[in-house]
């Protein structure tokens, strides 16, 4: 069961680990604030396939469902729960892009998948530990990969999937999977 956000300022130390100097908490509370500023959807995301843009729109929203978790009474319950609903969630768009890049003959479809497998592997090895100090790095990995991936390999199939209606009507008629609103 999770929780709406309480004080997550306990929670959050130093947040940018780019940035050598160091980040107080409530600089980083702001931060992560701005990163998860995301809606209303932001056409500057959008790949053009509804399907896909809904999924990541939905993704998003776990994230930022995922940054609330973080200041629950009992973080822990609610982290493993929200990280539990992201993955489902995330395998599911997986599998729909990845079928919807093989129907359209996508050139580049391995190397988009081995992404897809890097960032499976990195968050299941990550998931394990559902401590709000681990969540807040899972945290900032996860904002600032799918907005990259969205804004970059996304993109780079649009053009190409674009060129097969059928692909797109394919995946399109993939059900969403039901995510209950956390």
Known sequence: MLCPAGDITAHFGRLDHNNPSPVT????KQKFRDKLQWEPWSDDLAIGIASIDDDHRQILRLIGTLYDAVGCPDPQAAISDTMATLTQYVEHHFRREETLLELARFSALEAHRSVHDTFRDY???????DSPQN???LLSYLINWWVGHIA???????EQVLLHPDAIAIAEAIPPMPCRQQ
């Open 135 to 137: 969540a807040t790095q």
């Open 152 to 158: 970059t390999d996304d993109k780079f199939y649009r």
């Open 25 to 28: 908490m409530n600089q980083g």
């Open 123 to 129: 968050v299941r090895l990550q998931a394990q530990d």
